[in-house]
Every structure is written in C-alpha cells, then in structure tokens.
C-alpha cells in the first residue's frame, strides 16, 4: 500500500537537495504555491539547506511583498548568495527584488518570453532537448543581440550559460532553439485534490502550466519530485474526472496551504466571478466602477485602440480574437464593455482566460466573469500560431525602424519581456498604446482638444533602444499592421520606417511631437486629426454602429 502522499510542508521539503533545479507555477499572485515557497525557505533559514537552487518560473509566482520577491528581499538585504543560485524568469515586473538580485549580478539571471518558456516545459515533458520557435528572432533573445546573447542578463549568466538560445536552420528558415535544465522538482498549486491526490482547479483564476511543470520534473531521463500546495482535500470520486488538471500519479507530495498563503489574485482571496461561477449581474455598474480608474490620458489612448479594431473588424468583416497587455491596453477592455461590442471583440489574457473584464495592477492575469479558461500553453499556440487577429500592448520606447522596447530603462525599470515576444510577433493587427512621453507630465482634455500643460521628461520615440523586444524588420517580413497609438500622435509602420498618419487636436506638429523624438518619422503632406469623438471621454464612441455599417478604414 502506498503511504499518504498528504504531509506537512517539512516532510515534503526535506526531499529537496542542495543544486536542484526546481519549477515554479505561478501567474503573479495565482496559481502561485506561495506557502511551499516560503516554507522552503524557512527551511534554508533554519538549517543551511538546501541551497544553491536553480529556479524556473512560468512567469512570477508572487506580487511586490510576497512570493518570490519577498524572499527575494531578504536575500538582497542579508547579502546572502547561497539559496539561490540563478533563475529563469519571464518577468520582474511584480518582483522587483529578484530584478535586482539580477541586475546587480548578485545571481544568474535568464529571460525568455512567458509563451517559450511554457511551452519548453511542455516540450520537456516529452523528452525533447529543447524548445524550436522563430519566437525572438531580431530581440534581445537572439543570442547575436550584441548585449544580451540570448536573454543573457548579467555576467554571471553569460559565463555560466545555464539557460541558452542558439540559431538553427531548417528547410532554409532560422529558428531558435531554447535549451535550459531539466527541473528535477516542482512546485505546483491546485485547488482541491482527492484521497489519491488528483488535483482540480476549482477557486483558481487561472490554469497556467502546472500539468506540464508536473509532467517535465516526472520526464526521462530522471524522475524528479512534485510537491504540490492544495487548499482542500475531497473524497475520490466525488467530481467528474474532467475536473482533474493533474492525476494524482504524477505528485509525490500534497501540503494543505493555510488561505492567508492561497490568495486567488492580487486583490481577491476568493472571488467567484473570477473562476466564472458568479457572472456579474450587472456588467453595465462595473463597467462604470472600472472606468473610473482611468484618468483622461489614459481613456484617449484606450479608445483610439478601441477605434483601429472596430476598424479591423469593419474590414475583415467578421468578430476577432484580440489579446490586451498590462497598463493602458488593460482598459481597451472596459472601453469594449462600455461599447457594447464584446459580440465583436473576443478578449483573451495569456494565462488562458476567454472573455469577461480583464483586470490590472496585481490583478493582472485573471478576469471577472470569463466563459472559458485554457492552459497557458495552448494560449499561447493560439497567439505564436497567428490565430490570434490583434493584440493592444505597451511600450517603453520606439525607435525609427518600429522597434519596441516594452521591458527596460536602466536605474528605474527592469520587468522582463512578459508575454509581450510571442504575443507581438503572432498578432496580424498589434497596436501598441502608450503616452508619448514618459516621465513627470501634466496633459488634460479641455473642450474636445488635447492640452499640454508641461512636458514630459523622458522622451520614448528615441534613436537606440536599451533593449529590443519586437523587431519592425520581423513584423514587416510577416506583412504584418502595426500601429502605435499614443494621446498626441498616432504611427503606422510602414516599409521605409514609421510614419505619422494622424494628430490630435490642440497639438503642434512640430513643438509637440517631432522636437521630443529623437529621429525624424516619415511626414506625409496632409496629417488627418485623430476622430474627435475621441476626446469626448463622457460619450460613447459609437462602435457598435460604425461595425454595423462596415464604413471603418484602417490606419
């Protein structure tokens, strides 16, 4: 008779040995094992072991103050360079402190985008060396970036060259192949798992990558160990099998989480609408509610992007499957509700999320009131595979080929690439949203008409990028539309570089625009002002009519 797989965290953490190499589930706050991590931590506190730890995150398992980037903290402030060894991590945005750790070279520190790095656990489920993508070809991951050699981010990495990328070629076409450890642990999270450890995902908002995570530690040619964090325990047989994410064969350990550590999202320790069990009765008030949290800026640059899909729309003449990335672009999907066109607009979120409200800040990554829910891999097979039509995603700065950086400016942002490499390459529309400048800035809308009381301090149209994450020459090659709105001013690229194809009203082309970029955009005679009903952000745009009529023209 197999013994109970149902222990204290101790039991399931003394198994862990000094230079293992473990995977971490995790969406921000979801999904995240939260407890396990803190435990395994406690542990190292207490007795020295284990130590020297690789880890790989599908994403972040934490936000700003816990999860990962807690111990992060303690790491940084202790000076203590014996837990961890390295870590392949997607992104730092909701983990500051590991991004320091990085930055200053105090660990290895790899990036991959979150898609590749989900579907790498899925590759190594099946025993294969690797991940073959065109994902990150002419970004900061092709290891002929003169910087980052592959998502190289500090010296430490570079020397020890644990996670590598290399160019192959096949039937004449490069590719590039991601490699990095087999984990050897992992550490998943579930909901309810049953007396023979089944696990199912009930309260979680989302799925991610815990099967594969489970299944690549499980893979040849060593069998690692699964420990997963639970929050209830179910008699077998009492849910349809349908229900099971995980099988109960494939995890050694499970450990009861007290709740304080299995928070459902940033903001929510449980609430129903996120796993789509409590659809919001009265969409209309929380459009409302979410609306408010956008300043006047911020609505003028959601609803242009909100305009160029209707216009999308009106031309491929059918719905669209659209991905929204985090900031601005998160309100194109309170503008959709509020236009009564989410008939037309299917939003997606890349943790797997279909449909509803997709929500910010630390709430990123899950969606109140969603209709369906995939596995992070098979989200991002839609988004790598061109299924997906569109996608609204920030920037940080654009150069004069269309380049985007969307991650990186020394001494103040160090986020990681997210989902935004895979997301940005397979979209056929990408439409990138952000303010014109960056910095300290006062803009208001006054009487239809853009105003700007002081100028920003940080220019973001600039001549060199601090780090490349969509390539113009990659989205031209593909005939791909990419669009760049920002309040003042918006851009298309085109086959001889960026191009201003419209302004708003109440800027100055030249004092407001062209002196706070750092190259020349291509300049067309006549510049069309963007649609004033833009800037009349107390009144609907009237989308729903415009796609009914078919009478929408793209940038």
């Known amino acids: 008779m197999e013994k109970s797989k149902f222990v204290d965290s101790q039991t399931a953490l003394k198994t862990v040995k000094d230079g293992s190499t473990i995977a971490v589930s995790g969406f921000n706050h979801a999904i ?6 803190k435990e395994l931590y406690r542990m190292y506190i207490y007795t020295g072991h284990p130590r020297h730890l690789f880890f790989e995150f599908e994403t972040t398992p934490g936000i700003p103050g816990s999860g990962i980037d807690s111990i992060a903290n303690e790491l940084y402030q202790n000076e203590d360079h014996e837990f961890i060894k390295g870590m392949l991590i997607p ?6 402190w590991s991004a320091k750790l990085i930055q200053e070279n105090r660990i290895e520190g790899y990036m991959w985008s979150i898609g590749t790095v989900s579907y790498w656990f899925r590759e190594v489920s099946c025993s294969r060396p690797g991940l073959i993508t065109k994902v990150g070809i002419d970004t900061f991951t092709d290891p002929r970036d003169p910087v980052y050699h592959g998502g190289l981010m500090n010296e430490k990495a570079r020397k020890a060259m644990r996670a590598r990328v290399s160019v192959v070629t096949l039937d004449g076409e490069e590719y590039l192949f991601y490699q990095a450890p087999k984990p050897n642990v992992a550490l998943i999270r579930g909901t309810t798992a049953d007396e023979i450890g089944d696990i199912s995902v ?4 989302m799925i991610t990558t815990i099967l594969n995570i489970a299944q690549a530690a499980k893979s040849k040619p060593d069998r690692g160990t699964v420990i997963a964090q639970i929050k209830r325990i179910t008699r077998f047989g009492s849910r349809s099998p349908k229900l099971v994410i995980v099988p109960g064969p494939l995890i050694d350990y499970l450990v009861l989480a007290p709740e304080s550590d299995h928070w459902q999202s940033g903001s929510f320790q449980y609430n129903p609408a996120i796993v789509g069990e409590d659809f919001i009765p009265n969409m209309d008030e929380m459009v409302r509610s979410l609306t408010k949290n956008m300043n006047p800026i911020q609505a003028v640059i959601a609803r242009r992007s909100a305009l160029e899909l209707a216009r999308y729309i009106s ?3 059918r719905s669209i499957i659209i991905n929204l990335g985090v900031g601005i672009p998160v309100y194109v999907s309170t503008v959709i509700a509020q236009e009564g066109v989410r008939d037309y607009i299917t939003t997606t979120i890349e943790p797997g999320s ?9 709430d990123f990554g899950v969606a109140l009131s969603p209709y369906a829910m995939l596995h992070m891999p098979d989200q991002f097979a839609t988004y790598e595979g061109g299924i997906l039509d569109a996608a609204v995603l920030g920037f940080m700065q654009v150069d004069r080929h269309g380049n985007v950086n969307s991650s990186y400016i020394p001494n103040r942002v160090f ?3 997210g989902g935004f490499p895979v997301i940005s390459r397979g979209a056929s529309l990408v439409i990138f949203a952000g303010r014109f400048m960056g910095g300290e800035q006062e803009e208001t809308i006054r009487d239809g008409r853009l105003v700007i009381e002081s100028e920003g301090t940080e220019r973001k149209f600039v001549k060199d990028l601090y780090m490349r994450l969509f390539s113009g020459r990659e989205s031209q090659k593909q005939k791909q539309t990419a669009i760049y709105v920002t309040e003042r001013a918006v851009f298309k690229l085109m086959s001889k570089g960026l191009e201003i194809v419209e302004i708003a009203p109440g800027v100055d082309l030249e004092k407001d625009v062209l002196k706070n970029m750092e190259f020349e955009p291509l300049v067309p005679k006549e510049i069309p002002q963007m649609d004033p009903r833009i800037f009349d952000i107390n009144s609907p745009l009237g989308l729903s009519e415009m796609i009914g009529k078919n009478d929408g023209q793209s940038a």
Not at 32 to 37: F, N, S
Not at 91 to 96: H, L
Request: aromatic share 12%; no cysteine.
């Open 32 to 37: 995240a094992p939260e407890y396990l991590l």
């Open 354 to 362: 279909w449909g509803g409200i997709a929500l910010s800040g630390n």
């Open 415 to 417: 986020t990681g690439p």
């Open 91 to 96: 992104y730092t945005g909701f983990s500051p």
């Open 315 to 317: 031309t491929v003449k």
């Open 202 to 205: 009930d309260e979680e908002g």
